[in-house]
């Protein structure tokens, strides 16, 4: 059975001109999805026993194989009688065939491509150097399945290759150390989810990691003790570049420079006394460009680095520079007369073309942020997009290699599909914007104010047309986007969704007679809003698309894993299993795309990372639940935190702000730090509230739902005495009241809509007011059951 696929174009570095065979996924627990899948026989299988062999011809993998034996013995629980060397390995049953031998260390072009033909008599992988054996081997390891008789592969045959070159994840080791053995692992899991550029961000306002020999008060008197010596990060290197991983080390200049000021003082722009810096945030200490001492110190660096990382990139940072010291310097501003340097942005950029001379004496090429963008540096550089696809697409037209962060933020919890919906390259507006004869349009202002920084606003436009709604919005300094799914209730209340850099974003609004209220749901957290209707349609900036030759050079993308609320003791869970649906993003074609696949698909990857990558996000949640509980039995409190969410976006760092509390001192022991990013039960239980919406009568979604709410129904009360004894819970005791309260109305709810029962006006308002204030962030969480029960609530019908 050949699954379906169309031809797409694979924009890479790697295959410019190549187009490949890519299909929609199908139903194997494979993530990310290959390019081409043909399942041969449906009811075939490869079995497999304790007597697999495997075998590689023409390069030299024994440490792999040794390796990848060890995960089959892991996924199958057998003990694997021992590897033959002679005669009886001539005919093995995973042979794995590379076509060309390269050196071990990846580089940028490395080719990943493989192809895998599994018959009833063994599977056969053919790659064309070792990476692509690499990334084949993944997908066997995925393969493996156990239908309670046998163990086998099911008969397949697989082309595949990367759609993008450039597959990262960015750790950050800066704000909190990470040990190697942690960091080793995640490379795992890396290797696992097909990722090949591990980004490690050694040094900001909070620590220098990196050990010197040139400069060494720098790990003497910035890092707190905790940095890595030259042996550990060759350690890294080497094991990274077993698994098919680049490593790409990042030193912060010029700002995000408090660490270096403690150490090195006469290297600022600003006389100091400077101490360590513990609070989170954009700080003053910048480097001095007038100073030749600080190209010196850079020229010293770089050249420590080149010796320790082979990669011929280095990323120099270069983002959120406060150029307070600049302006306020009567030095540099008298350099900058001298030098003609009109603004602070054109002094970044003298630094970075400095920065960039000494990187190419070296061998190296300049990777940084948005910031470093000038067209005074030469397009050998590639740019990181942390401010968004318009960003990412302009300095891709203007012929700037560049790779997307931005939606891909994993140290904020935002859901799988969030993240999955990111796509790489710059799309264009894709809603018709004009209003035409016969269409009503209303436009509407809004002001969104946020915990930290300047409120968001800006406007939107919904235009009633003859095949329904359609619509747009428009961020202040940001270009058009559409909107989807606008819903319009009779008491005037509109809801809809966009993507945003905040996250999935849907306003709730009340939009009558001229005024205007409601608030954004940005992930799970309420924003209260306010605006007023506009008289005209605003003009709005067109997204930023490249033409088809410059899209060539966005090479990918980057999960980033910033760590102010993250430590080695979540690290997993923060990053795990999300991480793979970033990968998929990468590496499938474009048109993988189908949310409800891509989370069967997730669960099944999840628990197989688990037992054949040794990965830990649910071990970690376990032991931080058993550490609350103070007890091993933690199905009380594992049950009840199925109805929760941390509070997406950036709500948590900026609760944390305004209780003063945004420091690197501030503990991580909440049980909102033990969670994932989502629940799976909600939103599985939203899944059948949906179904139960479409055929009220449907007995399957209402049993599914019943069980779910009474599962919550005792949960609620099982987890009073867990949180009463603990002062770390004790502020969820009216979180878990109201999970008891909401479940049982939700059973009565669902009774009532099954029915065909009603509410009264009253018993509806007085419902909608308990889920109003359910909804409210409490101890960095959120009540996430609340979502869906609004929506069975606004199913039942009410009395007229």
Not at 178 to 190: S, T
Not at 607 to 622: F, K, P, R, Y
Request: glycine share 6%; charged share 20%; aromatic share 8%.
């Amino acid at each position: 059975m050949l699954l379906p696929f169309r031809r797409t174009l694979l924009v890479t570095s790697l295959f410019l001109t190549a187009s490949a065979f890519a299909a929609p996924a199908g139903d194997l627990p494979l993530m990310p999805w290959p390019q081409q899948v043909e399942i041969t026989s449906p009811a075939g299988k490869f079995v497999l026993n304790d007597a697999l062999q495997l075998q590689v011809k023409g390069d030299a993998l024994m440490p792999e194989v040794n390796h990848w034996r060890e995960r089959l013995a892991q996924q199958t629980g057998w003990y694997l009688l021992p590897q033959n060397t002679g005669s009886a390995g001539e005919h093995p049953a995973i042979s794995i065939e590379i076509k060309q031998k390269v050196a071990a260390q990846p580089m940028p072009d490395s080719d990943e491509s493989y192809q895998l033909t599994v018959t009833p008599q063994g599977a056969t992988l053919t790659a064309n150097t070792r990476f692509g054996a690499m990334r084949g081997m993944e997908t066997l390891l995925q393969l493996v399945q156990n239908d309670g008789e046998n163990t086998f592969i099911p008969l397949v045959t697989v082309h595949d290759q990367p759609r993008f070159a450039w597959r990262g994840v960015l750790l950050d080791s800066a704000r909190h150390f990470l040990p190697v053995a942690d960091i080793k692992r995640q490379l795992d899991g890396m290797a696992a989810a097909k990722f090949n550029v591990l980004h490690w961000h050694l040094s900001d306002d909070q620590g220098w990691r990196f050990e010197s020999q040139k400069y060494p008060k720098l790990q003497e008197l910035a890092s707190d003790g905790q940095f890595y010596t030259v042996a550990q990060m060759k350690d890294v290197v080497a094991y990274a570049t077993q698994l098919g991983i680049r490593v790409v080390p990042e030193i912060d200049m010029p700002g995000h420079a408090s660490a270096i000021a403690v150490a090195y003082p006469e290297l600022l722009s600003a006389p100091g006394p400077y101490k360590m810096e513990r609070s989170w945030g954009v700080h003053e200490p910048t480097l001095d460009p007038s100073n030749e001492k600080v190209y010196a110190f850079a020229d010293a660096i770089v050249g420590e680095l080149t010796q320790i990382f082979p990669d011929p990139y280095l990323h120099i940072g270069g983002d959120e520079v406060d150029a307070t010291q600049w302006k306020t310097s009567k030095p540099i501003q008298a350099f900058m007369k001298e030098k003609g340097i009109a603004d602070t942005h054109a002094l970044q950029a003298y630094f970075n073309t400095r920065l960039q001379t000494i990187l190419h004496q070296h061998q190296r090429k300049m990777v940084g942020w948005d910031e470093i963008f000038h067209p005074d540096l030469p397009h050998d550089i590639v740019i990181q997009s942390w401010q968004g696809p318009d960003s990412l697409g302009a300095s891709a037209q203007k012929g700037y290699q560049g790779i997307l962060s931005t939606g891909f933020y994993l140290d904020q919890p935002h859901s799988a599909a969030y993240h999955y919906r990111n796509e790489i390259l710059p799309q264009p507006l894709g809603v018709d914007q004009n209003v035409a004869d016969g269409e009503k349009a209303q436009s509407w202002k809004f002001n969104m104010p946020r915990l930290k920084g300047k409120p968001v606003d800006g406007s939107f436009t919904l235009i009633e047309g003859k095949n329904g709604w359609r619509g747009f919005i428009d961020f202040t300094g940001k270009t058009r986007r559409e909107v989807r799914d606008i819903v319009w209730q009779d008491d005037g209340k509109v809801s809809f969704a966009v993507d945003t850099w905040m996250g999935d974003t849907r306003p709730v609004l009340t939009l009558k007679d001229g005024k205007f209220s409601g608030y954004f749901i940005i992930g799970n957290a309420r924003y209260p809003v306010t605006g007023g209707p506009l008289s005209t349609v605003p003009d709005g900036q067109p997204p930023v698309v490249p033409d088809a030759e410059n899209m060539k050079n966005i090479l990918g993308g980057e999960a980033a894993l910033w760590q102010e609320n993250i430590t080695s003791q979540i690290l997993d869970l923060k990053l795990w299993p999300r991480g793979f649906v970033v990968a998929e993003r990468l590496w499938s074609a474009q048109d993988v795309k189908d949310t409800r696949n891509m989370y069967q698909r997730l669960a099944k990857i999840d628990a197989w990372s688990v037992v054949s990558v040794g990965l830990q996000q649910h071990a970690e949640a376990a032991r931080l639940m058993t550490r609350l509980s103070d007890s091993t039995d933690i199905a009380p409190l594992l049950s009840f935190s199925t109805a929760l969410e941390p509070a997406q976006y950036y709500t948590r760092q900026h609760i944390k702000f305004q209780a003063g509390h945004y420091t690197q001192a501030e503990p991580l022991n909440r049980l909102a730090d033990a969670l994932p990013a989502e629940s799976n039960a909600v939103r599985e239980f939203a899944a059948q509230i949906e179904t139960l919406v479409a055929d009220p009568k449907n007995p399957q979604a209402a049993h599914a739902a019943r069980g779910q709410l009474e599962n919550w129904q005792r949960s609620a009360e099982q987890v009073k005495p867990v949180l009463v004894q603990n002062s770390v819970l004790r502020p969820l005791q009216p979180v878990a009241e109201q999970l008891g309260a909401l479940s049982s109305q939700g059973l009565i709810w669902l009774e009532k809509l099954q029915k065909g029962e009603t509410l009264s006006v009253q018993e509806r308002q007085q419902a909608q007011a308990a889920l109003d204030d359910a909804a409210k962030v409490q101890d960095e969480l959120v009540l996430a059951v609340v979502y869906p029960l609004e929506k069975l609530l606004g199913t039942v019908p009410v009395q007229k």
